[in-house]
């Protein structure tokens, strides 16, 4: 499944760009929105993933969009595994009691740490509440793609993503080996992550390698 992940500077703009789009990832943290417009979004449009990573808002500010577009209807809720246990438990309580899925995710946007060290951050956030696992770390050679990859076959629910231009290989492989959904950007200029990939273009390469799978 392709998640094409959107970050509209504005909620009117948002709404426009999911015309004829399923599965959509909001960045709300790229937005220029407020809890209301959070609300207008998570209610007229399923199914949404709604995402805000840390780093230019306040965590307060964070936590206030992430539980508007729960309680608006957010399919699944994106949160940090290294995020500060609080609030990882209140998102993940909110989420669960509105039938939200919950997805704990963890960046290395670095390198692509061992397996014994990747295993680990999926154990961990397992244990920490979520429903689906999200590792996503920076490929530098070809076998971190490989390293990225063979994690599907833990057990939990995995969605897993090269960071860059040389982890665009996890991109179709992934949800061809069992990765919940890849993320994809609607076209050039609008890509919300390195070495993402346009829709279209993931669209048509997982239609020709589907039968060899």
Do not use: W
Not at 201 to 207: A, F, G, H, I, P
């Amino acid at each position: 499944m392709i998640c094409v992940s959107l970050a509209e500077p504005t909620a009117a703009a948002c709404l426009r760009a999911l015309d004829g789009v399923g599965l959509a990832e909001i960045r709300l943290d790229k937005m220029r929105i407020g809890p209301a417009g959070v609300r207008e979004i998570f209610s007229k449009h399923r199914p949404l993933v709604a995402t805000c990573r840390p780093g230019g808002l306040p965590e307060s500010r964070r936590r206030s969009l992430l539980l508007a577009a729960v309680e608006a209807g957010a399919a699944f809720v994106d949160i940090e595994l290294e995020a500060e246990a609080g609030f990882r438990q209140r998102l993940t309580q909110a989420a669960h009691a509105r039938n939200c899925r919950v997805i704990i995710s963890h960046h290395d946007f670095r390198k692509t740490p061992p397996r014994s060290e990747l295993e680990a951050a999926v154990r961990c956030a397992v244990a920490s509440g979520a429903d689906i696992v999200k590792i996503a770390c920076r490929v530098r050679e070809r076998r971190d793609n490989a390293r990225l990859l063979g994690l599907l076959d833990l057990g939990p629910p995995l969605i897993v993503v090269g960071i860059g231009e040389r982890g665009r290989l996890t991109r179709i492989a992934a949800p061809l080996l069992g990765s919940l959904f890849t993320y994809a950007t609607l076209g050039k200029g609008k890509e919300t992550a390195e070495g993402q990939m346009d829709a279209a273009s993931v669209e048509r390469l997982l239609l020709e390698l589907e039968d060899y799978v």
